[in-house]
C-alpha cells in the first residue's frame, strides 16, 4: 500500500478496517470513513481549510468542561441529535414524543418531594406544574423517576453559573400511586444556546440566531417503559418554528395559564411506551 | 420548522444554512451536514453510539496540548490528511512528491548552519543527511529554508520527552547558491504513533497497529515555488506497506548507506514545483 492517490485511498483505509473484530464498530467505521472521504473530495478541502477544521474541533474540545458540552451543542446546531432521537424513538401513536437530550442535564440532581419548589431560588415567574404519568394503555404508573431541568428567567441552567452553591432549576421527583406529579417552579423563559464558543462562531458565519424557544426538559424512567427523553415548549414564544437544535414537535407545546388567583400553572401528562416482550 | 422527523431534518438544516454570507463556507456546510446525517442514516446509529461519539471527540480535544494534536493523529489514522494532501498536491512529474505534515512540527525550531547536527543529544546511530534543492527545471534553489524535524532512536520526537530543556531532532537551515544542503542527525527507525489515547483506543478496537515506517520529515519553502511538505523514508523498513497514517509515496524512499569509513549517508534531493504565473 504505497503510492496511494485522492482515488484509491478510500479502499486502501478500509481494507485497513476489514479485521475489526465486533461487526457493528466494522459496519460504524466503514461508513464513517466513506462518508468523511466523499465529503472532502466533493468540496475538494483544501490544506488551510483541513487546518482549520482541525483547530475548530481542538476549540471544541477544550471548551468541554464538566459544566460545559459543546461538542452536544455542535450535534445538536447540526441536527444531528435530533435526527438520532428522531430514529431511536419511533414511538406508537399516543406516545409522548421524544427530543433532544441538550447539553445541560447533571446526574444526581436533589431528589425532592412532591410539591417541593425545584426552582431553589432562581429568578422567574413562580409556577405550578402537574400532570400524570401514564402508559400507552392509559394505566398510571406510580414511582416513575422523573428528571427535570430548565432555565431560569436570564435564560441560565444553573452550572452557566459558576459561584452557585446549589442546585437550582433541577431536581428528581417520583409519581404517585395514581401516576401524578405536581412541583413548584419558574415558568420558562426563550434563551440563546451558549455561543462565546466555536458553535457561537459557527452560528454567526452562518447567519444563524442561538435562540431556542422556552421549554422544561424531562427525562422520565420506569420500570418495563422505555426511557422518555423530552421537553415541553411554551406556546406563543416567538422561536418555536426556528429553535437553534431543531427540537420542537407541535404535540409538546402547551400553555402556561394564568388562573384567577394569580398562580401560573402547566399541566402536561407524559405517556410511556412499554417495552416489548421478547417471548 | 415543528415536527422534524428523520426524512425532513436534513432539508432543515440546510434550509437554516441558507443565508451563510461566504459561499464557500456555505458550501462545506452544506456537504458536511448531507454526509453527516447520510452515515447517521446509513447505520442507523443509536443513541448510545452517538453518545459514545460525543464522548470520543471530547477525550480526543482533552488530548490535545501545545504538544500533542491528536486531532491531526485520528485525520491521519483515518486516510483524510493524505487525502487532502494527495487533492491539493498534483505536482508535474519530476517534482518531489508531498505526503502527510503529521502532528508533530513544531514553529520555532532553532535555525542552524549547513553542517550542524540537527540531532542535538538525541538517541541514535549518527548519520549525514546531503542533498540539492532544485526547481523542476532543473535550476538550483539557493537560500530555500529547509524545516526538517524526526523521531529518534527511541522512536520519540523532542516534544514527547516532556522533561527535555532544548529542541532535538528538529532544525531549520538554508540551501546555499548551488541549492546543497547537508546536516548530521541520527538514522531514522519505525515507531508506533502515540497509541495511549483515543486514536490509540480506535486503533486497538479495529485491530490495526500503530506503526509508521522510518522517516524524516522535511518543510521546504522557497520565493516563487510551492511549498512541499513531505517525508523521506528509509529502504526496507517492515512497515512501508502498512503505514499507520497511509503517507508512503514510492518515489519517497530512500536509503541509509553505511560508507566504508564507517559513516552512515542519506542523499535525497528535492525537486520544487514553480508557482503558477498568472497574467
Redesign the interface.
Known amino acids: 500500500?504505497?503510492?496511494?492517490?485522492?482515488y484509491n485511498?478510500?479502499q486502501?483505509?478500509l481494507a485497513?478496517?476489514a479485521?475489526?473484530?465486533?461487526p457493528r464498530?466494522?459496519?460504524?467505521?466503514t461508513?464513517?470513513?466513506q462518508?468523511?472521504?466523499?465529503?472532502?473530495?466533493?468540496?475538494?478541502?483544501?490544506?488551510d481549510?483541513?487546518k482549520r477544521g482541525?483547530d475548530f474541533?481542538?476549540a471544541?474540545?477544550?471548551t468541554?468542561t464538566d459544566q460545559r458540552?459543546e461538542?452536544?451543542l455542535l450535534?445538536d446546531t447540526?441536527?444531528?441529535?435530533?435526527?438520532?432521537?428522531?430514529?431511536?424513538n419511533d414511538k406508537p401513536a399516543g406516545c409522548t414524543e421524544a427530543t433532544v437530550f441538550g447539553p445541560f442535564h447533571v446526574e444526581g440532581a436533589p431528589v425532592v418531594e412532591q410539591g417541593a419548589d425545584v426552582a431553589n431560588g432562581a429568578p422567574g415567574e413562580p409556577c405550578l406544574v402537574r400532570g400524570r404519568v401514564r402508559g400507552l394503555g392509559g394505566e398510571p404508573v406510580a414511582g416513575a423517576e422523573i428528571d427535570v431541568w430548565q432555565a431560569d428567567a436570564d435564560g441560565l441552567y444553573d452550572v452557566q453559573r459558576p459561584d452557585l452553591p446549589h442546585h437550582q432549576g433541577r431536581a428528581v421527583l417520583h409519581s404517585a400511586e395514581d401516576g401524578g406529579f405536581h412541583f413548584r417552579s419558574v415558568v420558562a423563559e426563550p434563551y440563546p444556546i451558549p455561543d462565546d464558543g466555536p458553535v457561537g462562531e459557527m452560528l454567526r458565519?452562518?447567519?444563524?440566531h442561538p435562540w431556542r424557544p422556552a421549554h422544561l426538559h424531562f427525562m422520565i424512567k420506569a420500570p418495563g417503559y422505555e426511557t422518555l427523553v423530552t421537553h415541553v415548549f411554551r406556546d406563543g414564544d416567538p422561536y418555536?418554528?426556528?429553535?437553534a437544535v431543531?427540537g420542537?414537535?407541535?404535540s409538546l407545546?402547551a400553555q402556561w395559564v394564568r388562573q384567577a388567583d394569580g398562580l401560573t400553572t402547566l399541566d402536561f401528562d407524559f405517556v410511556l411506551n412499554p417495552v416489548k416482550k421478547t417471548t
Open positions: 500500500m504505497r503510492n496511494l492517490d485522492q485511498i478510500t486502501a483505509v485497513r478496517l479485521q475489526t473484530p465486533d464498530l466494522k459496519q460504524i467505521m461508513s464513517l470513513v462518508h468523511l472521504h466523499a465529503f472532502a473530495r466533493e468540496v475538494r478541502l483544501t490544506e481549510e483541513w482541525i474541533l481542538t471544541t474540545g477544550h468541554c458540552q461538542f452536544i450535534s447540526l441536527g444531528l441529535s435530533m435526527l438520532t432521537v428522531a430514529m431511536n458565519a452562518t447567519a444563524r418555536l418554528d426556528s429553535d431543531f420542537v414537535r407541535q407545546v
